[in-house]
Nanobody, 115 residues
Framework: QVQLVESGGGLVQPGGSLRLSCAAS????????MGWYRQNPGKERELVAA???????NFSDSVKGRFTISRDNAKKTAYLQMNSLKPEDTAVYYC?????????WGQGTQVTVSS
């Protein structure tokens, strides 16, 4: 069974940084595409960043140049480095892994950007 555990969320001031981690189990991981979405109450889940199993990355326009996504296949962990954070980045962030045509989700981690 695939399980994803996110960590690294919290409260940060505008302009600050956070690094989210997504630790996977129950999957090879190195062959999986994965990424991060975020969601606020009453709004649709929004794709933030994605990375394919060969390392190709994709970012939403709203975070391009501020966020980076990376993966450590040996640790079965993916990372979302978030810099120059803005209040509008406040959301619950969810990581996902695609495996054999199915998308698995983590439980989410809250990121709050506020002074």
């Amino acid at each position: 069974q695939v399980q994803l555990v996110e960590s690294g969320g919290g409260l940060v001031q505008p302009g600050g940084s956070l690094r989210l981690s997504c630790a996977a189990s129950g999957t090879d991981f190195s062959l999986n595409d994965m990424g991060w979405y975020r969601q606020n109450p009453g709004k649709e889940r929004e794709l933030v960043a994605a990375i394919t199993w060969i390392g190709t990355t994709n970012f939403s326009d709203s975070v391009k140049g501020r966020f980076t996504i990376s993966r450590d296949n040996a640790k079965k962990t993916a990372y979302l480095q978030m810099n120059s954070l803005k209040p509008e980045d406040t959301a619950v962030y969810y990581c996902y892994v695609d495996r054999l045509g199915y998308r698995y989700w983590g439980q989410g981690t809250q990121v709050t950007v506020s002074s």
